[in-house]
């Protein structure tokens, strides 16, 4: 087992296993978002509150937790990478930020939309969910903002990783702010005691959609860490010989 | 038509599914670039070593 790990935290196995993971998170993620998004738009019937208003969730709910997901996986990464002094786990962090920094964008871009018909606005600023999701896109900003002002990479790994862990109190703030106080934005609707509290007909294509979305960011995320691992390892022997065998490119 | 127009929610449902297009293929597109720069540009520097030795 740690025999495996060690060998899959080795740059150059990593970036010849993600290329070979690359079309098998890709292809399946597309596939259930072609589902998702045909079954969620047209199958779907409309929602008695909201009509069909309510189909924005299929983009808006996948996108909001992936960007709490992408933070995580940045935060946890950051301090694999402290503790172990693991190059690839810092790899990781810094490739999820530029993904997680778009996703929460497309979710407040979305949830902006979809406020405007329901609650009459665009944003509210004593919103709790609205706000705690903003400053998760702060966070983002200031995560890769510190990691290009430091120009050495293991300085910039260590600030960029306590940065990303001390950011990381934000998440629960965000996901439990609509239990916490009174917020405008819905309760939970998939995790919640008794189970989601949706028709299957709406619920199959929601799933279909996060898991759609969360493979095409593995996918995405895993040609991140290529691009990651071949600049930081680009004066190694195994870097040079794939270049000028031309064994490494895609 | 109906189902563009959504029950009257059309503009707001297809601008965010929309939205979600362009961020996925912005993504792709950025993350593909950055990888053929810093690829080429390792290309270039170290040709012109193995040249020069």
Wanted: aromatic content about 14%.
């Amino acid at each position: 087992m740690w025999t495996y790990l060690h060998k899959l935290a080795s740059p150059p196995h990593f970036y010849g296993l993600a290329n070979t993971l690359i079309p098998w998170f890709a292809v399946p993620g597309y596939l259930l978002i072609a589902f998702g998004a045909f079954a969620g738009l047209f199958v779907a019937p409309p929602d008695y509150q909201q009509g069909d208003a309510f189909r924005i969730i299929y983009v808006h709910v996948p996108a909001a937790y992936l960007s709490m997901m992408a933070y995580l996986l940045m935060a946890v990464a950051g301090g694999i990478g402290l503790i172990w002094r693991m190059k690839l786990a810092h790899a990781v962090a810094a490739a999820a930020a530029p993904l997680g920094a778009a996703f929460t964008f497309l979710a407040l871009a979305t949830g902006s939309i979809w406020g405007r018909p329901m609650w009459g606005t665009w944003w509210e600023w004593g919103d709790p969910r609205l706000t705690s999701e903003l400053i998760l896109l702060f966070l983002y900003f200031g995560y890769m903002a510190l990691r290009s002002a430091i120009d050495d990479v293991a300085k910039a790994d260590k600030a960029s990783a306590i940065f990303a862990l001390v950011g990381a109190v934000n998440i629960p703030i965000i996901h439990f702010s609509v239990e916490w106080w009174s917020s405008l934005h819905q309760g939970p609707t998939l995790i919640k005691e008794g189970g989601p509290a949706m028709d299957p007909a709406m619920l199959y294509p929601l799933l279909a959609m996060i898991f759609g979305f969360t493979l095409v960011f593995g996918a995405q995320l895993l040609r991140r860490v290529r691009t990651e691992v071949l600049y930081r390892e680009r004066r190694t022997r195994w870097v040079r010989h794939m270049i000028l065998t031309q064994e490494g490119e895609s | 038509m109906d189902t563009l127009a959504m029950g009257g929610y059309g503009a707001y449902v297809w601008s965010c599914f929309t939205l979600t297009v362009v961020v996925f293929v912005f993504n792709t597109w950025r993350t593909r670039v950055r990888h053929r720069a810093v690829y080429r540009d390792l290309e270039v520097r170290i040709k012109a070593v193995e040249e020069h030795l």
